[in-house]
């Protein structure tokens, strides 16, 4: 057993209940832990059994697919059950994506089929803020793919009325200036907006998502440290350590948020130059932040305050660092081995039976988590990370992107 595995052996060794307590969770952290897993999100057993020993660390895509799929079909067996239409699953679904485009597996996209039908392909809100809009990538790419205008007719109905709404976060509030007024979303939002301009080829889709980010951006993102702050109550908040807050997993939405977006934009939109500078200034950024175990804590300026290495985050960071290396908009020499160093530190979480651990549950700062949680969301983002490895490693054995 490698020296991580080790580590994280001993991490899940321990008794669990009392490492929150250890860690200072609050009760209001605890209270959103247990809500998150009734409603079926994930969980955090004391005990996860044991760790997988059947896995290479190696980014050969055959090695990278074995690990892709026992966690994918772990995580699809025990999840489907459940399926939702709100962000948490959303990620999920998108990372089923990519694993049934990456491995030619067609079992992921049919349980997302599925999904879709079931939900007559409706997002989950009227005049949805950017977390209800985010399932709406994948009905989008179905549409992008089969063409049956059931598929999209839906999701154009609900932003259409956007369009024609107020410019306004969908609860205004002082900390809620603008409409996508938290990082997070612009994973969630901006990615649907250019799959519709897609879908249709109508302009008004791009205005509206370029016009929003730049606010996003203007408001929230640090020129100096180039990470971007949570939101805007986020701005002065401080580390133990006395360095600024800036969230591992919401830093890896935005990275990963700019590699969807430009999946479906075009090349000479004005603003895309802006998105690429901006990936590649975050991609500098946080690889300079590695860990030694190749993973990024759930705080990202005071990483020896966290015991335990964040998985959701590390992940997002992954596949856009792969996805701007398979671009050609980040270096390959000088990423790859940020990317083979984080792969091999996720798989090290990942459990015999495919339970990927150590993801935070929801929230919106740096928080406690057991080594055993496990989220849909983050694995998501692993699922996606993999796939973006195994096209930057040659190996793409099924389904292209729709541009």
């Known amino acids: 057993m490698g020296l991580f595995a080790i580590a994280a052996s001993l991490c899940v060794a321990a008794p669990q209940s009392m490492l929150l307590a250890q860690l200072n969770a609050t009760p209001q952290q605890l209270a959103g832990i247990a809500k998150d897993n009734s409603r079926h999100f994930g969980d955090d057993p004391d005990d996860a059994g044991p760790l997988a020993t059947d896995l290479s660390y190696k980014i050969a895509p055959a090695a990278v697919g074995k690990a892709m799929r026992k966690v994918a079909?772990?995580?699809?067996?025990?999840?489907?059950?459940?399926?939702?239409?709100?962000?948490?699953?959303?990620?999920?679904?998108?990372?089923?994506?990519?694993?049934?485009?990456?491995?030619?597996?067609?079992?992921?996209?049919?349980a997302m089929l599925?999904?879709?039908?079931?939900?007559?392909?409706?997002?989950?809100?009227?005049?949805?803020?950017?977390?209800?809009?985010?399932?709406?990538?994948?009905y989008l790419e179905f549409y992008l793919s089969k063409k049956d205008p059931a598929m999209?007719?839906?999701?154009?109905?609900?932003?259409?009325?956007?369009?024609?709404?107020?410019?306004?976060?969908?609860?205004?509030?002082?900390?809620?200036?603008?409409?996508?007024?938290?990082?997070?979303?612009?994973f969630m939002g901006p990615p649907v907006w250019s799959r519709m301009y897609a879908a249709?080829?109508?302009?008004?889709?791009?205005?509206?998502?370029?016009?929003?980010?730049?606010?996003?951006?203007?408001l929230l993102y640090d020129k100096k440290e180039h990470l971007y702050a949570r939101d805007i109550s986020y701005l002065t908040r401080k580390e133990a350590n006395g360095q600024k807050m800036f969230w591992g997993r919401g830093n890896g939405w935005v990275m990963g948020g700019i590699a969807r977006t430009l999946d479906y934009l075009p090349k000479d939109d004005p603003a895309r130059p802006k998105y690429v500078t901006q990936l590649q200034e975050m991609a500098a950024r946080v690889a300079s932040l590695q860990g030694k175990d190749g993973l990024w804590r759930s705080g990202l300026l005071d990483q020896s305050h966290y015991d335990l290495p964040e998985i959701s985050g590390s992940a997002l960071m992954t596949y856009a660092l792969a996805w701007g290396?398979?671009?050609?908009?980040?270096?390959?020499?000088?990423?790859?081995?940020v990317i083979?160093?984080?792969?091999?530190?996720?798989?090290?979480?990942?459990?015999?039976?495919?339970?990927?651990?150590?993801?935070?549950?929801?929230?919106?700062?740096?928080?406690?988590?057991?080594?055993?949680?496990?989220?849909?969301?983050?694995?998501?983002?692993?699922?996606?990370?993999?796939s973006e490895i195994r096209r930057m490693e040659g190996k793409f054995s099924a389904g292209k992107r729709v541009h």
């Open 73 to 110: 079909d772990w995580q699809l067996a025990r999840s489907q059950p459940y399926f939702d239409r709100i962000w948490t699953w959303s990620v999920l679904y998108s990372g089923f994506m990519a694993t049934s485009d990456s491995l030619g597996d067609a079992k992921y996209r049919d």
């Open 152 to 186: 999209m007719a839906p999701t154009k109905s609900e932003l259409d009325a956007l369009l024609a709404a107020p410019r306004v976060a969908k609860n205004p509030g002082p900390n809620r200036p603008i409409v996508w007024w938290w990082c997070d979303a612009l």
């Open 325 to 337: 290396v398979n671009q050609g908009i980040l270096d390959r020499k000088v990423y790859r081995p």
């Open 340 to 386: 083979e160093k984080a792969w091999a530190g996720m798989l090290h979480h990942v459990y015999a039976d495919g339970r990927l651990g150590c993801i935070q549950q929801t929230g919106a700062e740096p928080a406690p988590f057991k080594a055993t949680a496990s989220y849909t969301y983050g694995v998501g983002a692993f699922l996606m990370a993999g």
């Open 114 to 138: 599925a999904m879709g039908t079931k939900f007559d392909w409706k997002l989950r809100s009227h005049l949805p803020d950017a977390d209800d809009e985010s399932v709406g990538q994948t």
């Open 200 to 218: 249709t080829g109508d302009q008004k889709y791009l205005s509206y998502l370029n016009e929003e980010w730049a606010k996003t951006s203007d």
